[in-house]
């Protein structure tokens, strides 16, 4: 039973009781222990010293609703407690899930003992699961200032300033831990951050034999990149993919050879990366079928021809000549805006516009929509008749395009039969784009689900994506192809990207994550 109001008292019973607890819980005599204690908490019904050690057996048995209950009594005491009991209380407080409960114990506690490391590990801890970043810095530069530094305090401190953009700072703590994973780690950060002359300093510092290293060699690519030195980065790339036979590597050297027109080579490289990715991932590279459509809801095979395509479109990385001035202006329109949604490069949507044009497609349904942008484009510009498309999650920005802008959209799960209930109701689109699941096996879902509603084309985006290798194999598996387009322009940035002010560091990122290029394929769907 707790009782509503709680007193320290000091008796030798009570003294006794805490000494026979310890011994219980050496012993791993919990259940024990507790029957103690709450036959103590009988006789002496507000023992502040009682509640604790209770609470905290009661936590350590998993009981978190009855240890958060006496934590509360105890946290209402008047008094300084003791600097233990307040972490005890944060982690039940965080356990159940309290966490403005925790907050606030945290708060009371560094109160109570300004200068507690435990508190301040804690509140450090606290400050980052809430995202306040600032408290976060200030606790764990406590730590770094009133004592030897843990193993964690350092990294984690160097992280959260890195995020802050405090560059100089986060390389200083690295240089005083000092040894080979604080150069790497400080040379990463000046990497990001674009501190390349620097870097490149850094990396001139290494003895030849040091150099040669794997992981040297990996920022020494990183840096090759960063400083638009893309053939020599490509050689480097390569050095490591030979030495460590890891797919990453390879794939960033096909993303570079591809970009400067080794496509050859580029294709090469990159199946090598597919194929020691599909060896250590098989998960994730396995084919995956979908439940059929109901028999009646889904059209009937026709009997004509696909329409033919001109050949600039089947021109591998070749800009479609020819586009209509609509289209063009339409995209400077969407690049000027400055705030546009669409994740394709501008060169990628007027491809894919062209093509939707001279085949006279009058409805469009894209798998994966984000904020819906891009059909609301291609609906705008082409004048189609009709759109939809589908969605794992209901963004705000997406939420906010379906009410203004008449969007019909699944929002959950389409891999259920929900969904193809929904999507039966739909009936036929001309054109269907897949950008949702980018594994291999998500995308072949996603194939085998919609083709069943006989379009007459489907599209893929991230064809040629180094970060979605999953996304090129069920590519270049494909029959029907009938058009492919891929960036070959290295200036070139994706509508998200080339927002007014982004960072240069920013977009360095994104292009080491994913290449230069996302690709888009279009295949024609036979009866």
């Not at 002496?44 to 958060?68: F, I, Y």
Request: net charge positive; hydrophobic share 40%.
């Amino acid at each position: 039973m707790v009782t509503d109001t709680l007193d320290i008292i000091e008796t030798a019973d009570a003294r006794g009781v805490a000494r026979q607890v310890a011994v219980l819980l050496r012993s791993e005599r919990l259940a024990d222990a507790e029957t103690l204690l709450w036959g103590a908490l009988d006789r002496h019904p507000g023992t502040v010293d009682l509640s604790a050690s209770l609470a905290r057996l009661l936590l350590k048995k998993g009981d978190v609703a009855r240890s958060v209950e006496l934590w509360t009594k105890v946290m209402e005491h008047g008094v300084a407690l003791p600097a233990a009991w307040y972490t005890s209380a944060i982690s039940a407080f965080l356990t159940a899930g309290a966490k403005a409960d925790a907050a606030a114990v945290v708060a009371k506690g560094l109160a109570a003992h300004p200068n507690d490391r435990a508190l301040h590990r804690v509140a450090a801890s606290e400050a980052r699961r809430s995202n306040d970043i600032d408290a976060a810095i200030q606790h764990l530069e406590f730590l770094l200032k009133s004592g030897e530094p843990d193993s964690r305090t350092i990294p984690e401190l160097a992280s959260l300033l890195v995020r802050k953009g405090n560059y100089d700072r986060a390389v200083e703590l690295w240089d005083q831990v000092g040894g080979p994973d604080a150069f790497m780690a400080s040379l990463r950060i000046l990497i990001d951050s674009g501190e390349l002359e620097k870097a490149e300093a850094r990396l001139n510092t290494l003895p030849a034999v040091k150099r040669s290293k794997v992981s040297i060699l990996t920022e020494e690519a990183r840096l090759l990149h960063r400083q638009g030195k893309l053939r020599k980065s490509a050689e480097v790339w390569t050095q490591v993919a030979h030495a460590e036979d890891s797919s990453k590597p390879y794939s960033q050297a096909a993303s570079l050879l591809r970009i400067l027109g080794d496509a050859v080579e580029a294709e090469r490289l990159i199946g090598r990366a597919m194929e020691i990715s599909s060896r250590r991932e098989p998960a994730h590279f396995r084919e995956s079928s979908m439940g059929q459509a109901p028999a009646a809801a889904r059209p009937k095979a026709r009997k004509e021809k696909p329409t033919s395509v001109k050949s600039s479109h089947k021109r591998r990385g070749q800009v479609a000549h020819g586009t209509d001035e609509g289209i063009d202006l339409a995209i400077e329109k969407e690049k000027a805006s400055g705030r546009s949604g669409i994740l394709q490069y501008p060169s990628e949507l007027r491809f894919l516009a062209q093509f939707l044009k001279e085949n006279h497609v009058e409805s469009f349904f894209e798998v994966g929509m984000r904020h819906g942008e891009l059909a609301l484009f291609l609906r705008n510009a082409l004048k189609l008749k009709r759109i939809g498309g589908s969605e794992l999650f209901l963004k705000e920005r997406l939420g906010k395009n379906i009410k203004d802008h008449d969007l019909d959209v699944f929002v959950g799960d389409h891999n259920t039969q929900d969904y193809l209930r929904w999507r039966s109701q739909r009936g036929r689109f001309d054109f269907i784009f897949i950008d949702g699941d980018h594994s291999y096996s998500g995308i072949s879902r996603d194939f085998s689900r919609e083709r069943q509603f006989m379009p007459r084309f489907i599209g893929f985006h991230d064809v040629w994506n180094i970060a979605a290798l999953g996304c090129k194999k069920f590519w270049d598996e494909q029959r029907g192809k009938v058009a492919e387009y891929c960036n070959l322009d290295p200036e070139e940035l994706m509508f998200v990207t080339a927002r007014p002010n982004q960072k240069k560091t920013f977009i360095d990122h994104q292009r080491e994550l994913a290449g230069y290029c996302a690709g888009i394929g279009i295949v024609s769907v036979r009866a």
